[in-house]
Nanobody, 122 residues
């Protein structure tokens, strides 16, 4: 059974950094696309970043500030978030699907982690 465990959220001041982690268990292959989504209060869930065998994707709103990386030995994907802004405040979710591209639709994924709250104060 595949499980995703997200962690690393918290409360930080604008301009500071946080690193989110999404640890996976139960993977039998290493070619999953792994993504981070976020949902702010009153807003739709949006894809933030994705990493797969053949692609890396960042939403325009986080380009140059967020970095996604993976540690295949640990089956863990990280989202390094620098220069955080109050508008980055949201619940962040990780997701995975066995595909070589980076789907941007939440419903395209097969596995989901629980959310982790990120709050950026001004």
């Amino acid at each position: 059974e595949v499980q995703l465990q997200a962690s690393g959220g918290g409360l930080v001041q604008a301009g500071r950094s946080l690193r989110l982690s999404c640890a996976a268990s139960g993977f039998t292959r290493d070619d999953y696309a792994r993504s981070w989504f976020r949902q702010a209060p009153g807003k739709e869930r949006e894809v933030v970043s994705c990493i797969s065998k053949t692609a890396t994707y960042y939403a325009n709103s986080v380009k140059g500030r967020f970095t996604i990386s993976s540690d295949s030995a640990k089956n863990t994907v990280y989202l390094q978030m620098d220069s955080l802004k109050p508008e980055d405040t949201a619940v962040y979710y990780c997701a995975a699907v066995l595909i070589s591209s980076c789907p941007r639709n939440w419903n395209s994924y097969d596995y989901y982690g629980q959310g982790t709250q990120v709050t950026v104060s001004s």
